[in-house]
C-alpha cells in the first residue's frame, strides 16, 4: 500500500506564486510515476504535470512555461512550482503515483491540496 500527502496550497495573488509538495510512502516499484492533477469546480480532473522515474517530465499546455516539476528520489516526493498563476489555475490539485507490476496498473491519490487564484 502507497499512502500519497499533499501540501502547501493556499490564497495567492494573480501572478504570485505556490509550490506544492507530495510525499509518498510505502512501495513504491521502479518505473512510476508521479504527478498531479487538478480538478476546479464544474469541471474533469486533469492532468496538469508529471515526472517519470526516469525524470522524463509532461505538461499541460496551459501551464508550460510557468510550472516545473520535480522530484526527489531519495525521499519519494514530487514537487510543483508554480509561477506567474492565474485565476484560472483555481483548482483541488491532486498529487498522484502510479506504476505498473506484473501486468497490473497500480495508482494512488492524495487528497486535495486547493490553490485558490485571487485578488
Known amino acids: 500500500q502507497v499512502q500519497v500527502a499533499e501540501s502547501g496550497g493556499g490564497l495567492v495573488q494573480p501572478g504570485g506564486s505556490l509550490r506544492l509538495s507530495c510525499a509518498a510512502s510505502?512501495?513504491?516499484?521502479?518505473?512510476?510515476?508521479m504527478g498531479w492533477y487538478r480538478q476546479a469546480p464544474g469541471k474533469q480532473r486533469e492532468l496538469v504535470a508529471d515526472?517519470?522515474?526516469?525524470?522524463?517530465?509532461t505538461y499541460a499546455h496551459s501551464v508550460k512555461g510557468r510550472f516545473t516539476i520535480s522530484r526527489d528520489y531519495t525521499k519519494n516526493t514530487v514537487y510543483l512550482q508554480m509561477n506567474s498563476l492565474k485565476p484560472e489555475d483555481t483548482a483541488v490539485y491532486y498529487c498522484?503515483?502510479?506504476?505498473?507490476?506484473?501486468?497490473?496498473?497500480?495508482?494512488?491519490w492524495g487528497q486535495g491540496t486547493q490553490v485558490t487564484v485571487s485578488s
Open positions: 515526472i517519470t522515474s526516469g525524470a522524463r517530465t
Open positions: 498522484n503515483v502510479q506504476y505498473s507490476r506484473l501486468g497490473s496498473v497500480y495508482e494512488y
Open positions: 510505502g512501495t513504491i516499484f521502479s518505473g512510476n510515476v
